[in-house]
């Protein structure tokens, strides 16, 4: 079955720009209809959807981040990427790569977020 | 400040019932389907529910969701002490609050 897995520095420092990495296994990016996503978590809190992307290329960002982030995929590699600017501490949280089945299908049910990478940490400081 | 509203938490004791419900709007829970998300210590979160109701295949029957008007509920029947986690509720959303929205999340303690 399709497994996530994220990789990137875990320590970012304040201005600088946090570029996260997720590799795709056991099926291909390409294959399906998928939107493919990144979701954060800051420590003791809550969920946060942060962008996804889709084969087409087209994106979606939260209206909070979307003048910092780029998510991209390259199906070359088959992976898909995060990347935020000018971070700050804010910005330190468990990064989760994820694939979102969206309304593929019947488009009046939202299938949700059925496979998720581990997450990994990211701290912003100097 | 989430876009969905739940309780911070809820108990329960084992073989009891529990509800967790989640309050949103005309534009998201309103005018789209709601998931629910069981998050373990330490694990990613896992869908328990979508469209409401549905159950992905390997989800016990313990749990159940329904909607009604712009509010959902997550049951989970039976209590386990491995239903000790975080839940998320989750919907689409039409307005400016990006596609996705989630809950705040629900740390659920069996006692």
């Known amino acids: 079955q399709v497994q996530l897995q994220e990789s990137g520095p875990g320590l970012v420092k304040p201005s600088q720009t946090l570029s996260l990495t997720c590799t795709v296994s056991g099926g291909s990016i390409n294959g399906g209809s998928y939107y493919w996503t990144w979701i954060r978590q800051p420590a003791g809190k809550g969920l946060e959807w942060i962008g996804r992307t889709y084969i087409s290329g087209r994106t979606s960002y939260h209206p909070s981040l979307k003048d910092r982030v780029t998510i991209a995929l390259d199906t070359s590699k088959n992976q898909f990427s995060l990347k935020l600017k000018s971070v700050t501490a804010a910005d330190t949280a468990v990064y989760f790569c994820?694939?979102?089945?969206?309304?593929?299908?019947?488009?009046?049910?939202?299938?949700?977020?059925?496979?998720w990478g581990q997450g990994t940490m990211v701290t912003v400081s100097s | 400040q989430s876009v969905l509203t739940q309780p911070p938490s809820a108990s329960g004791t084992p073989g009891q019932r529990v509800t967790i419900s989640c309050s949103g709007h005309s534009s998201n829970i309103g005018s789209n389907t709601v998931n629910w998300y069981q998050q373990l210590p330490g694990m990613a979160p896992k869908l328990l529910i979508y469209?409401?109701?549905q159950r992905p295949s390997g989800v016990p029957d313990r749990f159940s969701g329904s909607k009604s008007g712009t509010s959902a509920s997550l049951a989970i029947s039976g209590l386990q002490s491995e239903d000790e986690a975080d839940y998320y509720c989750?919907?689409?959303?039409?307005?400016?609050?990006?596609?996705?929205?989630f809950g705040g999340g629900t740390k659920l303690t069996v006692l």
């Open positions: 989750a919907a689409g959303d039409d307005s400016l609050n990006g596609p996705v929205v």
């Open positions: 469209g409401n109701t």
């Open positions: 994820a694939r979102d089945r969206g309304w593929f299908g019947d488009p009046n049910i939202y299938y949700g977020i059925d496979v």
